[in-house]
Nanobody, 124 residues
Framework: QVQLVESGGGLVQAGGSLRLSCAAS????????MGWFCQAPGKEREFVAA????????YYADSVKGRFTISRDNAKNTVYLQMNSLKPEDTAVYYC?????????????????WGQGTQVTVSS
């Protein structure tokens, strides 16, 4: 069982930055690949970024490549999403998730545990 709590969301102007954090409970955090997804009103949940259990591999949606960076600190049971050059279209609720099933990193299905989400709003 893994419990996830996101933080770091807020209101920022276009071009600004935010760093989201996701704190995980449980001693097995380091065995999970982790991902970030976002969901805007009226839209489906979308993949943002993912990182392997060791941190050695990272994956990004095309829309955030070069702007967002995912990282993790297994000693702190925390995964981060550094968001730079934010755009109004990045406005959404951002969720972190722990991947427990085989399958694509880019789809929500293989992620077993989800946080409650943190709101990111980017004003123009």
């Amino acid at each position: 069982q893994v419990q996830l709590v996101e933080s770091g969301g807020g209101l920022v102007q276009a071009g600004g930055s935010l760093r989201l954090s996701c704190a995980a409970s449980g001693r097995t955090f380091s065995s999970y690949a982790m991902g970030w997804f976002c969901q805007a009103p009226g839209k489906e949940r979308e993949f943002v970024a993912a990182i392997s259990w060791s941190g050695g591999s990272t994956y990004y949606a095309d829309s955030v490549k070069g702007r967002f960076t995912i990282s993790r600190d297994n000693a702190k049971n925390t995964v981060y999403l550094q968001m730079n050059s934010l755009k109004p279209e990045d406005t959404a609720v951002y969720y972190c998730a722990a991947r427990d099933y085989s399958g694509s990193y880019y789809l929500p299905g293989p992620y077993r545990y989800w946080g409650q989400g943190t709101q990111v709003t980017v004003s123009s």
